[in-house]
């Protein structure tokens, strides 16, 4: 999302209080890249997550913002950093 600097403290805290997110943070932005509110917006479906996402925008008052939808589910595994002994 698109969010000024003076909004983006506020705007991040409504959209952290959105269900369907997991993660939501500032992000740097660039000429290239003007988005400065990330979030991650899971959903069983495109049509679920874009209704999210509008809902999500509505909220903060924000008309310009950018979907990017993951091309394949991963599997999280929990790291083991010591190795039981026998």
């Not at 069983?44 to 925008?57: L, Y």
Request: charged share 25%; net charge negative; hydrophobic share 30%.
């Amino acid at each position: 999302f698109n969010v000024d600097e003076e909004n983006i403290v506020d705007a991040g805290g409504k959209v952290s209080e959105f269900s369907e997110v997991s993660h939501c943070y500032q992000r740097q932005t660039c000429p290239q890249w003007n988005y400065s509110l990330f979030a991650m917006v899971h959903g069983v479906s495109r049509e679920q997550t874009d209704s999210a996402v509008k809902s999500i925008a509505e909220t903060i008052s924000c008309s310009e913002y950018l979907v990017l939808y993951s091309s394949r589910e991963l599997k999280k595994e929990r790291v083991k950093y010591f190795k039981e002994s026998a």
